[in-house]
């Protein structure tokens, strides 16, 4: 165990965002997803892949799957030499749905989400909505407001007070012998990330949440799907084909 650590993403979204009046079923922290459109590559491009294209065209699977344009990325299809020279990082989230314009596209354009760069997220998932998050930054220190020309009187005394607090913190260093882990100090609560709230979909526009299973780069893979109105969503990656995992991901949203 690290004590360095801060709370988890589901505690830490428990515990400040989520509302009094609503149930919590799950929380996740996410930072790279892809698009998986119909005829578009994983970057939301027109595909140009000519497998891709072909295998579309004709409606036949490679394997048991249709090739997409997040396929080619993903399992290095088609002929391609960008992809397989440096094929990119892989995602933890898909948004999928007809194309650009759909619900969760729009949504993730708006906040200026895009494909394949890293941008850590906080989904959360209640009884009322899906909602999502970023972390707050620290406000920037305000610029020092005082005078350059001083006299030499107030500069001496600017002088011995900046040597007086110098002082006073180094006895309050030396004096606290507590254990520091990280940002963590013994005694005190463990630190909590501050979030500031970037979008919410409404129970209202969501039309199902479960779990399925799709080919990714490893393999056959359970995903956590939530389903908007207009038949677009998010598969959220569990990174496992154990039916136990898929078993608690759909306890988890039990009622939902």
């Known amino acids: 165990m690290d004590f360095s650590d801060g709370l988890g993403p589901a505690l830490n979204a428990r515990l400040q965002l989520c509302r009094p009046d609503e149930h919590f079923f799950w929380a996740a922290s996410c930072d790279l997803f892809y698009y998986d459109f119909p ?3 994983a970057f ?3 595909l140009e892949n000519p497998l891709a294209k072909g295998v579309r065209a004709v409606g036949r699977g490679v394997g048991n799957f249709l090739a997409t344009g997040l396929e080619v990325v993903l399992l290095d299809g088609g002929s391609d030499e960008s992809y397989q020279k440096k094929p990119p990082p892989p995602p933890d989230h898909l948004v999928f749905g007809s194309g650009l314009g759909c619900l969760a596209h729009q949504t993730v354009a708006r906040i200026g989400l895009e494909p394949g760069q890293p941008d850590v997220v906080l989904w959360m998932l ?3 909505r899906l909602a999502m998050f970023r972390t707050r930054r ?5 610029p020092d407001q005082k005078p350059e020309n001083r006299s030499l009187l107030s500069k001496a005394i600017g002088f011995g007070k900046g040597v007086v607090d110098f002082g006073k913190e180094v006895v309050e260093v030396f004096a606290d012998n507590r254990e520091k882990y990280g940002g963590n100090v013994e ?3 463990v630190r909590m990330t501050a979030y500031v709230p970037v979008h919410e979909f ?3 526009q969501i039309a199902a949440v479960g779990v399925i299973s799709r080919q990714l780069e490893n393999g056959d ?3 956590l799907r939530v389903s908007l109105a ?3 969503g998010v598969d959220f990656r569990l990174f496992s084909n154990d039916p136990a995992v898929a078993a608690r991901a759909t306890e988890l949203t039990n009622g939902m």
């Open 187 to 189: 005694g005190e609560p």
């Open 230 to 232: 207009d038949g677009s």
């Open 44 to 46: 939301g491009k027109p």
């Open 126 to 128: 209640t009884s009322a």
């Open 221 to 223: 893979e359970f995903c």
């Open 138 to 142: 620290a406000p920037e220190p305000e």
């Open 202 to 204: 409404p129970r209202e």
């Open 39 to 41: 005829g578009q590559d």
